[in-house]
């Protein structure tokens, strides 16, 4: 069997891909055509084929592991063409999870996860170390799973299972058909969160369907939007798919809130920081009042000794001498972490009313200040990551944000 | 003397119990026949509905040929077999061939509708889950599909075996031993008590077929299998260590 830790991730590469179904069984219901795909999936990534029904995304998916074979074109995973391999042997080398996670009814837990292992004729020891280790990995206690059926498990945790199943031999390449589509939106959010936690340690190539644009977004470091008849519209990053979507098609397939979208695509520290007149407690007031009423923003933010931000002091309520007590500030404008999204941060600061949020590192130090206008300048359509940084810097200067003190 | 005293008169006089026509011997013809006639008819029906029910070809014929089977009378079978068995050895074609025949016959359509439907039944998704990963066919058909088929496909293995053991009685009327010896004799020599015997007999070992293929089905099915469709009360649905982002 192949050392594990020789197997990195796959290339995957469509090469002119087409699948036609006669016009009979297409009428039957037919799996989707698919038309002159060409893409390569670069190594580790994970690539989103999202569409609307029959746009031939899960066929696309399929033609990989050869569950379909296609009409015309090559598809090649590391530089060779599929075709040549015994089907067989290809499967066992690719991860597959499906929606309905077709976990054997009739095996524990153990055992579904030692499928493919099993297959490959691992020695039983290693079969049940694996599996043991996959559970763990997936969240779940193998102790307490391992010889559980999976009729006694949640939807949640079956598809667990099943990822864990998929990734059983260690494969450098995983095809997930919807595979979160079967469960809530709550365990959906999880499920999905912690994929991506996985897969950053992983960093596996994955090809994953879904017909969900906003789980497309989420889960893609590249995106295929493709429409009925098995064309490809657009294939790009999700934030360019969002910012610049290729054709009407894509454009009413990502949705009227596309911008919104995009905004749980950025992170606060993808923006530039607003500056701010800081002081710390018990500085003198006269100099830091002086220095607030020589800035366009009429607020003082007060620090503590390790400028961790306490609240804010309106310039007409720095008292002309003495020193800087606290109990002037007001801690008005939510913390925000140089991880959180915009949409998270957006959502705190109209949560608190206010126009500014703080934007802290991991000690609670003070980073500067994010507007209300930085993330709209963000939002602007022609906004590449250039762009958004400069708009921020002029929006944030010129405006006169209403943050918090008397409010 | 009434039936019963008569039939327990019967059952428990010690010359019923030895010889080549006591109940030890006809019991063991019987259960003989029975077994032979079931292998055979395993051997053709349930490699046919395993494969019909794993490629979904040829359902059609097969349900075409169990209707049949099951439309056909034992005793018309036996009647028509006669001249052919006779032909293929004279002295077992006149006596134990053609009852052979007839059980064959009638045992094939259980077995082969439950098989394929069973296994057609599985969900197509754990099928599809298994050729993903790289199973064959075969493995397919021997590690998910029949596993998980099992109760249905043994459950026409069991009608079949309850069915032949009735059926062998009729046997008797043309030759063949068994436990319809009993009844056919019994009825030749007016001896009640020897007729509701055999027909004890009988009642008592497709009875306990009935159990024992049975407990085969409880102890072959896997406790995954279980319960179908209802989940287990004791649910553990501990929160994942992971915690999402």
């Given at each position: 069997m192949p050392d594990q830790a020789a197997r990195g991730a796959a290339i995957v590469e469509y090469q002119h891909v087409s699948k036609s179904y006669a016009t009979a069984r297409a009428a039957r219901g037919a799996p989707g055509a698919v038309n002159d795909l060409s893409l390569t999936v670069p190594a580790g990534k994970i690539c989103v084929l999202v569409g609307p029904s029959g746009c031939g995304k899960t066929t696309s998916l399929k033609m990989v592991n050869?569950?379909?074979?296609?009409?015309?074109?090559?598809?090649?995973?590391?530089?060779?063409?599929?075709?040549?391999?015994?089907?067989?042997?290809?499967?066992?080398?690719?991860?597959?999870?499906?929606?309905?996670?077709?976990?054997?009814?009739?095996?524990?837990?153990?055992?579904?996860?030692?499928?493919?292992?099993?297959?490959?004729?691992?020695?039983?020891?290693?079969?049940?170390?694996?599996?043991?280790?996959?559970?763990?990995?997936?969240?779940?206690?193998p102790a307490l799973y391992r010889d559980r059926y999976p009729a006694q498990l949640s939807g949640g945790e079956r598809q667990r299972v099943g990822v864990a199943r998929a990734l059983a031999a260690d494969p450098p390449l995983m095809l997930m058909d919807e595979p979160f589509g079967a469960v809530d939106p709550i365990v959906r959010e999880r499920l999905q969160n912690e994929f991506l936690r996985l897969q950053a340690e992983l960093a596996k190539t994955i090809l994953f369907v879904t017909h969900d644009?906003?789980?497309?977004?989420?889960?893609?470091?590249?995106?295929?939007?493709?429409?009925?008849?098995?064309?490809?519209?657009?294939?790009?990053?999700p934030a360019e798919?969002?910012?610049?979507?290729?054709?009407?098609?894509?454009?009413?397939?990502?949705?009227?809130?596309?911008?919104?979208?995009?905004?749980?695509?950025?992170?606060?520290?993808?923006?530039?920081?607003?500056?701010?007149?800081?002081a710390r407690v018990g500085d003198p007031a006269e100099g830091a009042r002086a220095r607030t009423l020589a800035d366009p923003f009429p607020y003082l933010l007060l620090l503590d000794a390790s400028d961790r931000p306490i609240g804010w002091i309106s310039q007409g309520h720095i008292p002309a001498t003495g020193a800087l007590a606290a109990s002037l500030a007001t801690p008005?404008?939510?913390?925000?972490?140089?991880?959180?999204?915009?949409?998270?941060?957006?959502?705190?600061?109209?949560?608190?009313?206010?126009?500014?949020?703080?934007?802290?590192?991991?000690?609670?130090?003070?980073?500067?200040?994010?507007?209300?206008?930085?993330?709209?300048?963000?939002?602007?359509p022609s906004a590449d990551p250039e762009v958004i940084a400069s708009a921020t810097a002029a929006g944030g200067a010129s405006a006169a944000p209403q943050s918090g003190a008397d409010a | 003397m009434n039936l019963v005293t008569e039939t327990a008169a019967w059952l428990t006089n010690p010359a019923q119990w030895a010889g080549q026509s006591g109940i030890p011997n006809r019991l063991l013809e019987h259960v003989l026949i029975a077994s032979i006639s079931l292998g055979i008819a395993l051997l053709l029906a349930l490699p046919a509905g395993l494969a019909i029910g794993h490629t979904g070809r040829g359902a059609a014929v097969a349900a075409g040929v169990a209707n049949l089977g099951r439309s056909l009378p034992s005793l018309a079978v036996i009647a028509i077999a006669i001249p052919v068995t006779v032909l293929v050895d004279p002295v077992l074609g006149g006596t134990v061939l053609p009852t052979l025949v007839a059980m064959v016959v009638l045992a094939i359509p259980p077995i082969l509708v439950n098989a394929y439907t069973g296994i057609a039944e599985v969900d197509r998704d754990l099928v599809e889950a298994g050729r993903g990963m790289g199973m064959r066919e075969r493995e397919i058909?021997?590690?998910?599909?029949?596993?998980?088929?099992?109760?249905?496909?043994?459950?026409?293995?069991?009608?079949?075996?309850?069915?032949?053991?009735?059926?062998?009685?009729?046997?008797?009327?043309?030759?063949?031993?068994?436990?319809?010896?009993?009844?056919?004799?019994?009825?030749?020599?007016?001896?009640?008590?020897?007729?509701?015997?055999?027909?004890?007999?009988?009642?008592?070992?497709?009875?306990?077929?009935?159990?024992?293929?049975?407990?085969?089905?409880?102890?072959?099915?896997?406790?995954?299998?279980?319960?179908?469709?209802?989940?287990?009360?004791?649910?553990?649905?501990?929160?994942?260590?992971?915690?999402?982002?």
């Open positions: 050869r569950l379909i074979e296609p009409t015309s074109g090559r598809i090649l995973i590391d530089g060779a063409d599929i075709a040549g391999r015994d089907a067989t042997e290809l499967r066992r080398e690719i991860g597959y999870v499906i929606q309905q996670v077709g976990l054997f009814p009739h095996q524990t837990i153990g055992a579904n996860v030692a499928v493919v292992p099993r297959l490959l004729g691992w020695p039983a020891a290693r079969q049940r170390e694996r599996a043991e280790e996959l559970l763990a990995l997936v969240g779940l206690d644009i906003d789980e497309a977004i989420k889960m893609g470091d590249l995106v295929a939007v493709m429409q009925v008849g098995g064309h490809l519209e657009q294939f790009a990053p798919i969002l910012a610049a979507p290729a054709s009407e098609f894509v454009a009413d397939f990502v949705g009227a809130d596309r911008g919104l979208k995009r905004l749980s695509l950025t992170r606060v520290s993808e923006l530039a920081l607003h500056p701010v007149v800081t008005m404008s939510p913390l925000l972490d140089r991880r959180t999204t915009l949409k998270d941060a957006l959502s705190m600061m109209l949560d608190a009313d206010v126009q500014t949020g703080i934007v802290v590192d991991r000690t609670g130090r003070l980073r500067g200040v994010l507007t209300v206008e930085a993330i709209a300048a963000a939002l602007r | 058909l021997a590690g998910i599909e029949l596993p998980v088929a099992l109760p249905v496909v043994l459950g026409g293995v069991r009608s079949a075996a309850v069915q032949i053991v009735a059926t062998a009685t009729l046997g008797a009327i043309f030759g063949s031993g068994g436990l319809g010896r009993f009844l056919v004799d019994g009825i030749a020599q007016n001896d009640d008590g020897q007729v509701f015997g055999g027909v004890v007999l009988v009642a008592g070992l497709a009875i306990a077929t009935e159990v024992a293929v049975g407990l085969l089905e409880r102890l072959a099915r896997s406790p995954g299998l279980r319960a179908p469709g209802a989940r287990p009360a004791t649910e553990l649905a501990p929160p994942s260590p992971l915690r999402g982002a």
